[in-house]
C-alpha cells in the first residue's frame, strides 16, 4: 500500500514538472517571436514598430526595398525599369541645359538617320546617292551644337564635358566613313546633286545593263551568251572609257567604283566575255622581236667570232716564201 502511495506521488512530480517546462518554453517562444518581429519592424518600418531614427521616408523605404530584393534576386519590372528614377530629373538638368538638350536630340536623330541610309544602301553601295541630303542634315545639326545658343555654351556642355565623348566619336566616324567614299569627287561644286560626268557615267551603265538583262532573258543557257557578247560590246567599251576618263580626272566616288567593278564581274565571269585590246598587233610585234632577241645576239656573236679566226690564219705560201728569202739572206 505504502508502495503505490509513493509509485503515484511519483508521477504526479513528474507531470507537474514537464507541465511547468512547456509553459516556459512556449512564453520563451512567445518572446523571442515577438523580439524578432519587434526587430523586424526597427529595421524596416520604423514609423509602426518606432525605432532610433524616427519614421523613414517612402523615398528610403523604396530603396531599401529594391536594395533587399534585388539581393534576394526578386526584382520587378517596375523597379528594374525606374532604377534611377525620380531624382534623375535633377542630374540632367545639371548636366544640359534645355535648348542644348533639345539640340542633342536633333543631332542623335540626324545621325541614326544617316546611319540607317548608310546601311540601306551598302551593297550595292548608293552612299553617295542615297545618304547625300543625310549627310548635310546630321552636319548641321553638329554645327548648331558646336555654336553657342544665346547665353548657352552647349559646345562646352555636350562635346567636352565628359571622357567617353559620345558625340565627337560619333560625329567622327560618320565623318570618315563620308570621307572614304569619296562622295564629293561625284557631286557638283554645291555638294548638293550628282556631278555632269557622273549622270553620264549612270547613263551608259543603265544601257549596259539593259542590254545585258535584254539578251541574257533571251538566251538563259551559259553557251548561248555569245550573242550577248556581241551585242552588248559597243555599250560595255564605251561605259568602260567613260570610267577611264573619270579616274584620271580624280571624278570617282565609292558608288561609280562598285557599279563598274559589279559589271565587270557580270561582263567577264558570269557572261564569259572579253574584249580584245586595239593594241594587240603591237604588243605581239614586241613581244617576238623580244622572244628572238637572245637568238640574235648569240648567232652574230658566233659570226663575229668566226671572222676574227679567219684573219688570224696565215696562207702556207706565204710561210714558204719567207722561209726561202730568210735562208738566202744568210
Same mark, same amino acid.
Given at each position: 500500500?505504502?508502495?503505490?502511495?509513493?509509485?503515484?506521488?511519483?508521477?504526479?512530480?513528474?507531470?507537474?514538472?514537464?507541465?511547468?517546462?512547456? !509553459?516556459?518554453?512556449?512564453?520563451?517562444?512567445?518572446?523571442?517571436?515577438?523580439?524578432?518581429?519587434?526587430?523586424? =519592424?526597427?529595421?524596416?518600418?520604423?514609423?509602426?514598430?518606432?525605432?532610433?531614427? =524616427?519614421?523613414?521616408?517612402?523615398?528610403?523605404?523604396?530603396?531599401?526595398?529594391?536594395?533587399?530584393?534585388?539581393?534576394?534576386?526578386?526584382?520587378?519590372?517596375?523597379?528594374?525599369?525606374?532604377?534611377?528614377?525620380?531624382?534623375?530629373?535633377?542630374?540632367?538638368? @545639371?548636366?544640359?541645359?534645355?535648348?542644348?538638350?533639345?539640340?542633342?536630340?536633333?543631332? =542623335?536623330?540626324?545621325?541614326?538617320?544617316?546611319?540607317?541610309?548608310?546601311?540601306?544602301?551598302?551593297?550595292?553601295?548608293?552612299?553617295?546617292?542615297?545618304?547625300?541630303?543625310?549627310?548635310?542634315?546630321?552636319?548641321?545639326?553638329?554645327?548648331?551644337?558646336?555654336?553657342?545658343?544665346?547665353?548657352?555654351?552647349?559646345?562646352?556642355?555636350?562635346?567636352?564635358?565628359?571622357?567617353? @565623348?559620345?558625340?565627337?566619336?560619333?560625329?567622327?566616324? %560618320?565623318? @570618315?566613313?563620308?570621307?572614304?567614299?569619296?562622295?564629293?569627287?561625284?557631286?557638283?561644286?554645291?555638294?548638293?546633286?550628282?556631278?555632269?560626268?557622273?549622270?553620264?557615267?549612270?547613263?551608259? %551603265?543603265?544601257?549596259?545593263?539593259?542590254?545585258?538583262?535584254?539578251?541574257?532573258?533571251?538566251?538563259?543557257?551559259?553557251?548561248?551568251?555569245?550573242?550577248?557578247?556581241?551585242?552588248?560590246?559597243?555599250?560595255?567599251? &564605251?561605259?568602260?572609257?567613260?570610267?577611264?576618263?573619270?579616274?584620271?580626272?580624280?571624278?570617282?566616288?565609292?558608288?561609280?567604283?562598285?557599279?563598274? &567593278?559589279?559589271?565587270?564581274?557580270?561582263?567577264?565571269?558570269?557572261?564569259?566575255?572579253?574584249?580584245?585590246?586595239?593594241?594587240?598587233?603591237?604588243?605581239?610585234?614586241?613581244?617576238?622581236?623580244?622572244?628572238?632577241?637572245?637568238?640574235?645576239?648569240?648567232?652574230?656573236?658566233?659570226?663575229?667570232?668566226?671572222?676574227?679566226?679567219?684573219?688570224?690564219?696565215?696562207?702556207?705560201?706565204?710561210? !714558204?716564201? &719567207?722561209?726561202?728569202?730568210?735562208?738566202?739572206?744568210?
Amino acid at each position: 500500500m505504502v508502495g503505490v502511495v509513493l509509485w503515484s506521488g511519483l508521477c504526479l512530480a513528474l507531470l507537474l514538472r514537464a507541465a511547468v517546462g512547456d !509553459h516556459n518554453s512556449s512564453e520563451y517562444s512567445h518572446g523571442a517571436a515577438a523580439s524578432v518581429v519587434v526587430m523586424v =519592424g526597427r529595421s524596416w518600418e520604423p514609423a509602426r514598430w518606432g525605432g532610433e531614427d =524616427g519614421p523613414m521616408s517612402p523615398g528610403l523605404r523604396e530603396v531599401r526595398s529594391a536594395a533587399a530584393a534585388s539581393a534576394s534576386g526578386e526584382v520587378s519590372d517596375s523597379a528594374a525599369a525606374g532604377w534611377m528614377s525620380g531624382g534623375w530629373e535633377v542630374l540632367q538638368d @545639371q548636366a544640359v541645359s534645355q535648348i542644348c538638350r533639345q539640340m542633342l536630340v536633333h543631332f =542623335g536623330d540626324a545621325s541614326s538617320a544617316l546611319v540607317r541610309c548608310a546601311v540601306k544602301s551598302a551593297r550595292p553601295v548608293r552612299i553617295c546617292e542615297k545618304c547625300n541630303s543625310h549627310f548635310h542634315h546630321f552636319w548641321d545639326a553638329f554645327a548648331n551644337l558646336s555654336k553657342d545658343a544665346g547665353n548657352e555654351s552647349c559646345s562646352r556642355q555636350l562635346l567636352r564635358s565628359d571622357r567617353l @565623348q559620345i558625340v565627337l566619336k560619333t560625329r567622327n566616324f %560618320l565623318q @570618315q566613313m563620308w570621307t572614304d567614299s569619296q562622295c564629293d569627287a561625284c557631286l557638283n561644286e554645291n555638294k548638293t546633286a550628282p556631278s555632269i560626268e557622273s549622270i553620264i557615267f549612270k547613263k551608259m %551603265l543603265n544601257e549596259s545593263l539593259n542590254c545585258f538583262e535584254f539578251y541574257s532573258s533571251k538566251h538563259p543557257a551559259p553557251s548561248n551568251y555569245s550573242d550577248l557578247c556581241t551585242k552588248c560590246k559597243g555599250s560595255y567599251i &564605251n561605259l568602260t572609257e567613260c570610267y577611264i576618263r573619270m579616274e584620271k580626272d580624280n571624278k570617282l566616288c565609292i558608288d561609280i567604283i562598285d557599279s563598274m &567593278n559589279l559589271t565587270r564581274q557580270l561582263w567577264s565571269t558570269t557572261y564569259n566575255c572579253t574584249v580584245r585590246c586595239s593594241d594587240t598587233i603591237p604588243v605581239i610585234a614586241v613581244s617576238t622581236f623580244l622572244l628572238f632577241l637572245p637568238v640574235i645576239f648569240y648567232l652574230s656573236s658566233f659570226l663575229h667570232s668566226e671572222q676574227k679566226k679567219l684573219k688570224l690564219i696565215e696562207p702556207k705560201r706565204l710561210k !714558204h716564201c &719567207n722561209s726561202s728569202s730568210s735562208s738566202i739572206a744568210h
